[in-house]
């Protein structure tokens, strides 16, 4: 069957413009930084930034990657963490917001409330440090960094709009039918929420994978130290190096032009570009997961 081709239209035109000028705005940034990433250090200070690698060299990625089995291990702590975190965050905020659809708890007003107020005001980072280390003695496990981002009120909010909408009728039939509440959690509630948990589990992958704070706070193991707090610490080296770098060649510790502007960027390749081949998986689930519950609280 042949379909009728969309007539022209002047509005259609203009958001097809719109959208591609932005797109073109979100992918010259990043094509920037890969760029800068292959230049040469003199020529970056001497020609500016370009698109394309005026002189292309690899010093960076050299530089960043002298110890590859550190990286790489911080890279299986990183990729742990988020897995586990992501996970138990999902299964958490899925079973709390599913608590709080259902129109049969008393109790859903009181306690969506609770949840909405801790989005105000925070217990406060020295509480949280005491808890983990004083109460629940995590000092230096991946139990601190998992526990530290698993639940989070604003998507707790955001899944319960959209169980909000799952007709009740459905639990109801499930119950006459001979189902337990797990039963209907697991078996018709969770394959319905697809599209929510496809978007929100994205969110909280992305939060796992960029956080770097609650293992500076928690983690003194080299060896549980996660990818963003390591490459935090060699920015911070760079920082040093390049503030100092007169010094360093007069003491005879530095040989050549030290790569620290494509450093950086080679930094920021190699910390987001393994989420960058994840979000495709999750974009046909993302408009319809990020927009469901947008309308109803």
Not at 72 to 89: D, E, F, N, S
Not at 112 to 122: E, G, H, V
Not at 157 to 175: D, H, N, W
Not at 189 to 199: E, H, K, M, Q, R
Request: a positive charge.
């Amino acid at each position: 069957m042949r379909t009728r081709a969309r007539p022209f239209s002047v509005g259609y035109a203009l958001i097809h413009t719109l959208f591609t000028l932005v797109t073109i705005a979100m992918a010259l940034p990043f094509l920037l930084v890969v760029s800068i990433s292959f230049t040469e250090e003199q020529t970056l200070l001497t020609n500016g930034f370009s698109i394309w690698p005026e002189a292309f060299s690899l010093d960076a990625y050299a530089l960043v990657l002298q110890a590859p089995k550190a990286i790489l291990q911080a890279y299986g702590v990183t990729i742990l963490v988020t897995i586990a975190g992501t996970a138990g965050g999902l299964l958490l905020t899925a079973m709390t917001a599913y608590g709080l659809s259902r129109p049969d708890f008393r109790y859903r007003n009181v306690s969506t409330f609770l949840i909405f107020f801790t989005m105000l005001f925070s217990g406060g980072l020295v509480p949280s440090y005491m808890l983990y280390t004083q109460v629940l003695q995590l000092k230096d496990t991946l139990l601190a960094l998992i526990l530290s981002g698993m639940m989070t009120p604003f998507y707790v909010m955001v899944m319960k709009g959209f169980l909000a909408k799952v007709p009740y009728e459905i639990v109801e039939s499930a119950k006459v039918d001979g189902a337990r509440e797990w039963r209907i959690f697991f078996g018709i509630i969770l394959p319905l929420s697809t599209p929510a948990l496809a978007t929100l589990g994205l969110f909280i992958s992305f939060n796992y994978w960029n956080s770097w704070f609650p293992a500076m706070l928690y983690i003194d193991n080299p060896n549980l130290v996660p990818l963003q707090l390591m490459l935090v610490r060699i920015m911070n080296s760079i920082e040093f190096i390049s503030q100092n770098e007169d010094i360093l060649a007069q003491l005879g510790t530095m040989k050549q032009s030290f790569p620290a502007l494509s450093a950086r960027m080679a930094m920021a390749i190699l910390a987001a570009g393994p989420m960058l081949f994840i979000f495709p998986f999750f974009q046909k689930y993302f408009v319809q997961g990020l927009t469901v519950g947008s309308l109803k609280g």
